[in-house]
C-alpha cells in the first residue's frame, strides 16, 4: 500500500521562506519515477487547488499562477522524495498543504485519478 507522508509545514512571515517534502513509499507496480506527483492545497472555505504537479509521463511542471516564480517542486528519485520550496510568501499562501501520488494519472496540470494516494496534509501559516 502506497503512503504518503509530507513535513515542514509551519508558520513564517510575509516575504519568508519555507521547505515542505514529502515521502512515498509502499511501492508495489510503479516506481517513484512513474508517478504523476504534486502538491495542493485548501484554505479555509476554499475548493482545493493544485499547487505544483509534476507530470508522469515527462516530467513536465506546472504552477498554478499564483506561485510561479516563488515556488520550486523538485524531486529527489534515490529518496522517494518530493519537495517544494516556497519562497516570498504571502498570507494568500496560508493554507493545509497536501501531497499527492498518483500511479496512472498524467499530473498534467495537477489533473490526477482516482487512484490517488494523498497525505494527511501539513499547515502553512503566513503572518503579515
Known amino acids: 500500500e502506497v503512503q504518503v507522508v509530507e513535513s515542514g509545514g509551519g508558520t513564517a512571515q510575509a516575504g519568508g521562506s519555507l521547505r515542505l517534502s514529502c515521502v512515498v513509499s509502499?511501492?508495489?507496480?510503479?516506481?517513484?519515477?512513474?508517478?504523476?506527483i504534486g502538491w495542493f492545497r485548501q484554505a479555509p472555505g476554499k475548493e482545493r487547488e493544485g499547487v505544483a504537479c509534476?507530470?508522469?509521463?515527462?516530467?513536465?511542471?506546472y504552477y498554478t499562477d499564483s506561485v510561479k516564480g516563488r515556488f520550486t517542486i523538485s524531486t529527489e528519485n534515490a529518496k522517494n522524495t518530493v519537495n517544494l520550496q516556497m519562497t516570498g510568501l504571502n498570507a494568500e499562501d496560508s493554507a493545509i498543504y497536501y501531497c499527492?501520488?498518483?500511479?496512472?494519472?498524467?499530473?498534467?496540470?495537477?489533473?490526477?485519478?482516482?487512484?490517488?494516494?494523498w497525505g494527511q496534509g501539513t499547515q502553512v501559516t503566513v503572518s503579515s
Open positions: 509534476i507530470s508522469s509521463s515527462d516530467r513536465s511542471i
Open positions: 509502499g511501492f508495489s507496480r510503479y516506481r517513484f519515477d512513474e508517478y504523476a
Open positions: 499527492a501520488a498518483d500511479p496512472i494519472g498524467s499530473g498534467l496540470k495537477c489533473r490526477l485519478s482516482v487512484r490517488t494516494t
